[in-house]
């Protein structure tokens, strides 16, 4: 069965730095492109920054130049480098990872890691 476990959220204040880590376990399938969400009080589920197995990315605009993502192939697992941190990030944070060949290919969640930013 395939497990995504995120950790690396907590309480920050204001300019500072956080990394969140997912890993992902249980398939020997091809694991293509990761990515994390974020989905704040009250919001839709958004699009954070997506990393593909060659490691092409793209990320939101409210977080270009803070947030960096990244990946180890060999060891399945993703991560988010947020700095300077603003009130406006806090959320519950969510990896995704896209598994499988063409038209076998699912995504798969973790259950979410809460990120709180005070002023």
């Known amino acids: 069965q395939v497990q995504l476990v995120e950790s690396g959220g907590g309480l920050v204040q204001a300019g500072g730095s956080l990394r969140l880590s997912c890993a992902a376990s249980?398939?020997?399938?091809?694991?293509?492109?990761m990515g994390w969400y974020r989905q704040a009080p009250g919001k839709q589920r958004e699009l954070v920054a997506a990393i593909t197995t060659s490691r092409s990315t793209n990320y939101a605009d409210s977080v270009k130049g803070r947030f960096t993502i990244s990946r180890d192939n060999a060891k399945n697992t993703v991560y988010l480098q947020m700095n300077s941190l603003k009130p406006e990030d806090t959320a519950v944070y969510y990896c995704?990872?896209?598994?499988?060949?063409?038209?076998?290919?699912?995504?798969?969640w973790g259950q979410g890691t809460q990120v709180t930013v005070s002023l």
């Open positions: 995704k990872a896209a598994i499988g060949f063409q038209q076998w290919e699912y995504d798969y």
């Open positions: 249980g398939t020997s399938f091809s694991i293509n492109t």
